[in-house]
């Protein structure tokens, strides 16, 4: 048999991750189809975006703003970006209007940025609020006591639309309880706030769980384009 070319490789992983999704969200009790996957491209060249996107694979994912800028000049339409990593606010203007989805909203003065950069290219640029659910000092998002304040302030500001949370547990912890707690904090929200709907959680190590316990959008880079080459 021929090696199966790169390209193939990553259809066929896709389709392994999607089959996971499926069954996760089987086992409880959800739709599969309330579950977005999201290929989280940073650390591998265009060729591979093109490759997932032949394939049929939309939505895809970047943490920093250059090189979301470069992939997204290189693959033109046809793909919808997310922005999932550390935003600077010097960078806001290249993302915002790029990204169809911001997931990273850690801070209020990046929401401020955020804000005015869309307001004034007279858009709404939907976003989440990065929650710090694990209280990870090594990672970003806002502590849990204070995410609902957060939230209110940032849904009431011009040009965003907050839509949901999101998190990262920290490394070497069981996930399974950090994600449940961010699906309880979006379930206090909700009736408060009805456009706070989505939970970005999940990775590679861990996304079945996530869907498990709720995810609406999975982020997910090594079990679809395999090693990453460069850490990103
Ligand atoms: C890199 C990254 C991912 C994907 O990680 P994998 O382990 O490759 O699945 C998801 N979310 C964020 C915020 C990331 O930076």
Known sequence: ??????SQTIAVRLAEARGRIVDAAERSGRSPGAVTLVAVSKGFDADAVRAARDSGHVDFGESRAQELEAKAAD???????????RLQRNKVKVVVGLASLVHSVDREPLAVAISERAVGLGRIQPVLVQVNVGEDPAKAGVALPEAADVVSRVRAMDGLSCQGLMT??????????????LRDLRDELRP??????????GMTSDFDIAVEEGATIVRVGEAVFGPRPTPA
């Open 1 to 6: 048999m021929m090696p199966a070319s790169p």
């Open 75 to 85: 693959l033109g339409p046809g793909v919808r970006w997310h922005f999932v990593g």
């Open 168 to 181: 990262i547990p920290p490394a070497g912890v069981d996930p399974r309880p950090l994600f449940a707690r």
């Open 192 to 201: 408060r706030f009805p456009e706070v709907q989505h939970l970005s959680m």
